[in-house]
């Protein structure tokens, strides 16, 4: 145990237990999801866009990991609103593990990572807010991700342009007149952008990364696969 712990000791961040931000109780009541289209949200083999949903400018794919609750809501909104950033070194172990263990469900992303080799781009905060949360979790996950499929990552492809008020509260269709707009190509984005692995904290109405795709391939970029850690 080192000092910091003694000072600041950890607790589980759905139970309060002290000792691990994830306790082992908690931990075996993680719920992993099965994948949708990112379309219709109806199940999909592999994670892939129905054939029939797709368009110009959909996602190609969307891989999710965990349900968005208990002990993995609860390390997601620390990281985020409670700025308790040393949680995620133990949170992306959890990541890594079921990452490892889903084999054939991962086999298309998998095969996309290793054939087209797509740049990691995380979803972009507005400057302001990441300035003041000193961070973007989003990043924090590409980075490792990165690094665990041996793939490129930038945060300067893809920028945020304008800030708007939280998703959090709004309805589906008012998420999307919401983001509607606010993200844009960078001003050193390469001139041939590539294909690109886009990372985001949750999946909930989805209404975020499909701009963010819609985006990327209005400028040009052939295929956009998502990842996010809950849903």
């Not at 939280?166 to 999307?176: A, I, N, Y």
Request: aromatic share 10%; glycine share 6%.
């Amino acid at each position: 145990m080192s000092l910091l712990d003694l000072v600041f000791p950890k607790h589980c961040v759905s139970c309060g237990r002290a000792g691990n931000y994830f306790c082992p109780k908690c931990l075996t009541t993680i719920k992993r999801v099965r994948q949708i289209c990112p379309v219709c949200e109806r199940p999909t083999p592999f994670g892939q866009t129905h054939k029939f949903c797709r368009t110009r400018n959909s996602l190609d794919g969307l891989i999710s990991l965990f349900a968005y609750e208990g002990i993995v809501r609860g390390a997601i909104h620390k990281l985020k609103y409670k700025l308790v950033t040393d949680l995620e070194s133990e949170f992306w172990e959890i990541i890594k593990s079921d990452l490892e263990k889903r084999g054939e469900e991962m086999l298309v992303l998998k095969r996309f990572v290793s054939e087209e080799k797509p740049v990691i781009i995380p979803i972009p905060l507005y400057w302001y807010k990441e300035h003041s949360r000193g961070f973007n979790q989003s990043s924090l996950f590409g980075k490792r991700l990165a690094s665990c499929f041996s793939l490129s990552f930038s945060d300067k492809i893809f920028v945020r342009s304008r800030s708007v008020p939280s998703q959090t509260k709004l309805t589906q269709k008012e998420r999307e007149e919401n983001v509607k707009g606010i993200f844009k190509v960078g001003a050193t984005a390469p001139g041939s952008l590539p294909n690109v692995l886009l990372v985001d904290d949750v999946w909930t109405t989805g209404a975020t990364m499909k701009e963010a795709t819609k985006t990327l391939k209005i400028a040009g970029v052939k295929t956009v696969w998502g990842l996010t850690v809950a849903r």
